[in-house]
């Protein structure tokens, strides 16, 4: 969707790609910080000092402006939304909405330019290497969608009641629908309402930790 040749792409094997999310072009981060569009994409570990253990970390952020949206935000392996470990105010928009912390969990992440999307979603565990007793961040690629399109202009205020309702179409290079996982369908869905909502400023999928969501 952003016309690069293959060249530029980052492979679907790269460990930078696991961590910290889609491979951008200068051009487009540029056109991303211009409309003033703050997304987070990388995990990282920290330890609790006083749980003793340590445990994943990921920031739920992103928004949209008419032309433009990136997000991302981490579910459960099994596709159901994280409690926050707190949400996040702030008087900017399209920017950080809430942080999570898990033991394993799994990254969803979108761009959109105008109709046209990228999908991303990796799963994220600890993983302790030998002779260490610090864990790094084990990943892996569970689904890579390239130049999905939309079906309709979620971002306008005519089409919101769609949002929630919808996802990309993505293709396989010989014109063949590409099913996307069955567990994560409605997660892609609240990403696909994160990307066309216009100067976003609360969560679409962190649900507060006070029973209503899943604990760690």
């Given at each position: 969707m952003t016309n690069?040749?293959?060249?530029?792409?980052?492979?679907?094997?790269?460990?930078?790609?696991?961590?910290?999310?889609l491979a951008l072009p200068a051009t487009a981060l540029k056109a991303l910080?211009?409309?003033?569009?703050?997304?987070?994409p990388g995990v990282s570990v920290e330890h609790q000092h006083l749980a003793k253990r340590y445990v994943l970390r990921g920031v739920e952020s992103g928004g949209a402006v008419v032309d433009m949206g990136r997000a991302c935000?981490?579910?459960?392996?099994?596709?159901?939304?994280?409690p926050w470990l707190q949400s996040i105010d702030s008087i900017a928009v399209n920017g950080r909405h809430a942080i999570v912390l898990a033991g394993s969990l799994v990254r969803i992440e979108m761009l959109r330019v105008i109709r046209?999307?990228?999908?991303?979603?990796?799963?994220h565990t600890l993983s302790v290497p030998s002779g260490r007793t610090r864990p790094e961040v084990s990943s892996k690629i569970l689904f890579r969608g390239s130049d999905g399109t939309l079906p309709v202009d979620l971002w306008q205020e005519r089409h919101k009641p769609l949002r929630g309702q919808l996802t990309p179409i993505f293709y396989s290079r010989a014109g063949e629908i590409v099913?996307?996982?069955e567990q994560f369908e409605a997660a892609i869905k609240k990403m696909t309402a994160a990307v066309c909502c216009i100067g976003c400023r609360h969560t679409h999928v962190a649900v507060p930790s006070d029973g209503?969501?899943?604990?760690i």
């Amino acid at each position: 969707m952003t016309n690069l040749p293959k060249s530029k792409r980052q492979p679907s094997s790269s460990p930078s790609y696991d961590l910290h999310g889609l491979a951008l072009p200068a051009t487009a981060l540029k056109a991303l910080q211009k409309r003033g569009i703050y997304c987070v994409p990388g995990v990282s570990v920290e330890h609790q000092h006083l749980a003793k253990r340590y445990v994943l970390r990921g920031v739920e952020s992103g928004g949209a402006v008419v032309d433009m949206g990136r997000a991302c935000a981490f579910f459960t392996p099994q596709g159901k939304p994280l409690p926050w470990l707190q949400s996040i105010d702030s008087i900017a928009v399209n920017g950080r909405h809430a942080i999570v912390l898990a033991g394993s969990l799994v990254r969803i992440e979108m761009l959109r330019v105008i109709r046209t999307c990228e999908l991303a979603i990796t799963l994220h565990t600890l993983s302790v290497p030998s002779g260490r007793t610090r864990p790094e961040v084990s990943s892996k690629i569970l689904f890579r969608g390239s130049d999905g399109t939309l079906p309709v202009d979620l971002w306008q205020e005519r089409h919101k009641p769609l949002r929630g309702q919808l996802t990309p179409i993505f293709y396989s290079r010989a014109g063949e629908i590409v099913g996307l996982p069955e567990q994560f369908e409605a997660a892609i869905k609240k990403m696909t309402a994160a990307v066309c909502c216009i100067g976003c400023r609360h969560t679409h999928v962190a649900v507060p930790s006070d029973g209503s969501g899943v604990r760690i």
